[in-house]
């Protein structure tokens, strides 16, 4: 298959995933906070393990590089968040009706999805393994990822069906960064190593500024640090293949 | 094997644990305690920790990915235990009582059992490449110093004093030397252990961040300088790690 038809394939299955994010919220009109929260650790879990994967891959092909790419990519969550008046945004306020907020959600959630996008594309660029693994771990996290955003949506009053297509459509970003950057790498393989550290540094504050502090106010800490620890081991035993 | 190349691995690992001591310095030019600088102080050693975690992890899985990561949940099981331990009794950490010294205790008890499987690493890296040993000695305490900071950034902000701290850096590097020289006499039945020693260490650290270090740093400061301070102090201790 041509590469970039395998990076469009994949970092679609990922986006396509956050579809099945919806699926407690069929048996179950309003989900537990606590079930918001296991979701929330399971995403933060899995995009540790990816981050990981993706900081010694960079590292691994030129160490200074692959350091400074993470620190831009620190550095354009923090930006962005700031730009936006996200920092502190709470993806739990089931009440909060107003158009706003609504916004702010999507906003962010479109950016966090970009940053997954640069993640699989960089990946994609190292091997179609790595590529795929990568992929694959990013589509696990859409769906606990959407279940907490569709459980936001449909306590504004939208049908499951609809936050099921929303959760997708919130996640189109991805695939267009995915090609992107494959693209980008593909032609400027030098930047390999900065677009690996980038994806690594954005998808680590990611977990630190979005993902981790909303799980501690849902659920105790004990739940939160085992089910991410979990999903972490799970994703760096399967990383090994790859790079 | 003879006893002075013995006394050599000994006397190497002890200056790296020695090295540790010197991470917790910068304290002594900190002095306001503010909850937000206890709550920074858990974001960079978070940072520290994980960062170091991700370098074991990287280690640990060329030797095989399956004891890593076995090893890491069986790090995640022996701070659940402690946990639970010293939450049955009433903590104390110097002056200080309750969950204050319960952190304290705990971040220590992690750092010390984790220098055991690094203790390991070295010794089987000195059997492997005798001719490196100065190489490795520098490069582990060098590398054993922002663990230090680690250790500071945690008791430092509670009370301790900064040459308490040194203490209880160089006390948490000991199992090196002590580990160091067994591993180093029986290379082959020590690297046999060593991916499940690395995947320990790392599990128990990144564990004790998630249970105790962040939820910490986020009830007392915003998500914005918390996630920055560590995420940036990660990428810098695997660089760091990375030139050494």
């Known amino acids: ?243 | 094997m003879s006893v002075p190349a013995v006394i050599a691995v000994f006397g190497y690992a002890l200056l790296t644990a020695l090295a540790t001591g010197l991470g917790t310095l910068p304290f002594a030019f900190v002095r306001t305690v503010s909850p937000r600088v206890v709550a920074y102080a858990n974001a960079v050693a978070s940072g520290l920790m994980l960062g170091a975690s991700f370098g074991l992890l990287a280690e640990g899985t060329r030797f095989g990915a399956w004891q890593t990561v076995a090893g890491a949940m069986c790090g995640v099981l022996f701070v659940l235990a402690a946990d639970r331990l010293v939450q049955g009794h009433e903590a104390g950490f110097g002056t200080v009582r309750g969950a204050g010294a319960r952190r304290m205790l705990m971040v220590v008890t992690v750092m010390t059992v984790h220098s055991f499987s690094e203790g390991v690493a070295v010794g089987v890296a000195f059997g492997g490449t005798a001719a490196l040993a100065l190489m490795i000695t520098v490069a582990i305490a060098v590398h054993n110093i922002p663990e230090g900071l680690a250790i500071g950034a945690v008791l430092h902000p509670r009370g301790v004093p900064v040459v308490r701290c040194a203490g209880w850096s160089i006390f948490s590097s000991l199992p090196q030397p002590l580990m160091a020289v067994p591993a180093f006499l029986f290379v082959e039945q020590f690297s046999a252990a060593l991916p499940y020693g690395l995947g320990f260490a790392a599990g128990a650290m990144v564990f004790m961040v998630l249970i105790e270090l962040l939820p910490e740093a986020y009830e007392q400061a915003r998500r914005a300088p918390v996630a920055t301070l560590a995420s940036l102090t990660l990428i810098a201790m695997m660089l760091f790690q990375r030139y050494l």
Do not use: K
Request: contains cysteine.
């Open chain 1, 1 to 243: 298959m041509d590469p970039t038809l395998t990076v469009l394939l994949y970092s679609a299955v990922a986006a396509g995933a956050a579809g099945l994010g919806v699926a407690p919220l069929i048996f179950r009109e309003r989900l537990p906070l606590a079930w918001i929260g296991w979701a929330n650790a399971l995403a933060a879990g899995c995009m540790l393990g990816a981050a990981y994967a993706l900081m010694v891959a960079g590292l691994d092909r030129m160490a200074l590089s692959g350091a400074a790419g993470a620190a831009l990519g620190v550095g354009f969550v923090f930006f962005t968040h700031a730009a936006a008046r996200t920092e502190d945004l709470d993806l739990n306020r089931l009440d909060e009706a107003s158009a706003t907020y609504g916004y702010q959600v999507l906003l962010i959630t479109s950016l966090h999805a970009a940053s997954e996008g640069v993640a699989i594309g960089a990946a994609m660029a190292v091997s179609r393994s790595f590529g795929i693994f990568l992929a694959l771990a990013i589509a696990v996290h859409n769906v606990a990822e959407a279940t907490v955003f569709s459980t936001i949506l449909t306590s504004r009053g939208v049908r499951v069906r609809d936050a099921a297509a929303l959760s997708v459509a919130a996640n189109a970003s991805q695939v267009l960064l995915a090609i992107v950057t494959f693209s980008i790498v593909s032609a400027a393989p030098s930047l390999l190593s900065w677009a690996l550290g980038f994806a690594a540094g954005a998808l680590i504050y990611l977990v630190m500024a979005e993902l981790l502090p909303e799980c501690y106010r849902q659920v105790g800490r004990r739940s939160v640090a085992l089910v991410t620890i979990v999903a972490m081991g799970i994703v760096v035993l399967f990383s090994n293949g790859g790079t």
